[in-house]
């Protein structure tokens, strides 16, 4: 199993550009989670997916969007990129338990936008 | 709404030391407790969690923590750390009673371990 795999794994981008980050998970979990690591401020959950379909806000959601089309694949996207976007995004997957399970972190991607 | 603070930013020890890592949290409703490593230019990966029962944790790689419910704290330890363990942690909380999945999941800011020769 490849476990939590994301694309690409670096990018630059230039103010006002576009761009999507593929999240791909082999494991069938219901929940992805989409985070920013930011020096000093830990993981913050940007957007989160219940299941196929469904997409829901967390903490820091201004400037993203995100789709579940296919239970596998998690997409965010960044309309018009702003230098404040400049992270380390992480991709992370779970079980639906009865209690809290175990996220699945894919290795991460990092975007430096100019 | 639950917060966690990890108290060092920053532990720089050597080799074969051993070493603790703070972390308190703030709640009003019982929580799991987790701690993640992360490994240079790797995502995180489950150290350890309480859920329930003994109050010592034992997780993988040889680290433990303690559930101190008096002093909403859950420390992270290790008796003799190798260079291997150079990684950043990050203590997490989520609400107990919580169930689907970990959306409710909060991060501190994470603590940075040196081990050094």
């Known amino acids: 199993n490849a476990g939590v795999t994301q694309t690409p794994k670096f990018r630059v981008l230039k103010t006002g550009q576009s761009m999507t980050l593929l999240c791909a998970q082999d494991?069938?979990?219901?929940?992805m989670y989409w985070y920013r690591q930011d020096p000093g401020m830990g993981l913050r959950l940007i957007h989160y997916?219940?299941?196929?379909?469904?997409?829901a806000k967390g903490e820091v959601p201004d400037g993203y969007n995100v789709s579940r089309l296919k239970k596998q694949n998690f997409l965010l996207g960044l309309e018009s990129a702003a230098p404040s976007q400049t992270s380390v995004y992480f991709c992370?997957?779970?079980?639906?338990?009865?209690?809290?399970?175990?996220?699945?972190f894919g290795p991460g991607t990092r975007l430096l936008v100019l | 709404a639950q917060s966690v603070t990890q108290l060092d930013s920053q532990v720089p020890v050597f080799e074969e030391a051993p070493v603790e890592l703070r972390c308190n949290y703030s709640?009003?409703?019982?929580?799991?407790l987790f701690w993640y490593v992360q490994y240079p230019n790797q995502g995180l990966q489950l150290l350890l969690k309480?859920?329930?029962?003994?109050?010592l944790v034992k997780g993988i790689n040889g680290f433990e923590a303690e559930f101190n419910k008096s002093q909403t704290s859950f420390h992270l330890r290790k008796p003799s750390v190798h260079i291997s363990d150079t990684a950043e942690y990050f203590c997490?909380?989520?609400?107990?009673?919580?169930?689907?999945?970990?959306?409710?999941?909060?991060f501190g800011k994470g603590t940075k371990l040196t081990v050094n020769p």
């Open positions: 997490a909380v989520t609400p107990r009673g919580t169930q689907g999945g970990s959306e409710k999941l909060v």
């Open positions: 997916s219940v299941g196929e379909g469904t997409t």
């Open positions: 309480y859920l329930s029962g003994s109050t």
């Open positions: 494991m069938n979990h219901e929940y």
């Open positions: 709640s009003s409703v019982s929580v799991y």
């Open positions: 992370a997957s779970s079980y639906t338990g009865t209690g809290p399970e175990t996220q699945y």
